[in-house]
């Protein structure tokens, strides 16, 4: 899902775990989430950010795992960093390969992440990438 060689010496990552981590409680319930956000940081300015993304693992229900990424989009605390110029990439990991990884509604999706957020949405299943990785 990640290419480690693209980070140089003078980057920091950090993770964040989002569902039922930074967003919790009983109103956390109502709000489709991501698993986890990746925040990548020039290093040594902490609030430099070159770029987020956004990982959902899930079982087959590609539908429901590109529900939760857009979710965590809309999450009020997360907006200012989703404001910035930098690059947000979407990541499923399906534990199996849905049958509707090549439809209209994805490939929509994946224009949408390309436009609107300046990342990319890519799938991958059982540690194999669906999609090429040519970009992050």
């Given at each position: 899902v990640y290419d480690q060689s693209?980070?140089?010496?003078?980057?920091?990552?950090v993770c964040t775990h989002i569902d039922d981590g930074v967003v919790n409680g009983s109103?956390?319930?109502?709000?489709?989430?991501?698993?986890?956000?990746?925040f990548v940081k020039n290093a040594p300015v902490a609030d430099s950010l070159e770029k987020a993304?956004?990982?959902?693992?899930?079982?087959?229900?590609?539908?429901?795992?590109?529900?939760?990424?857009?979710?965590t989009l809309g999450i009020e605390e997360f907006k200012n960093v989703w404001n910035q110029e930098?690059?947000?990439?979407?990541?499923?990991?399906?534990?199996?390969?849905?049958?509707i990884v090549y439809s209209d509604s994805v490939i929509k999706e994946k224009q949408?992440?390309?436009?609107?957020?300046?990342?990319?949405?890519?799938?991958?299943?059982n540690g194999n990438m669906i999609d090429k990785c040519g970009d992050m």
């Open positions: 693209e980070l140089t010496n003078k980057q920091v990552i109103e956390a319930k109502k709000i489709s989430k991501c698993d986890y956000a990746f993304i956004l990982v959902e693992l899930k079982g087959s229900d590609l539908n429901h795992a590109l529900k939760q990424l857009k979710g930098c690059p947000v990439y979407g990541r499923v990991v399906c534990s199996r390969v849905p049958g949408e992440w390309k436009t609107k957020y300046k990342g990319s949405l890519k799938i991958a299943s």
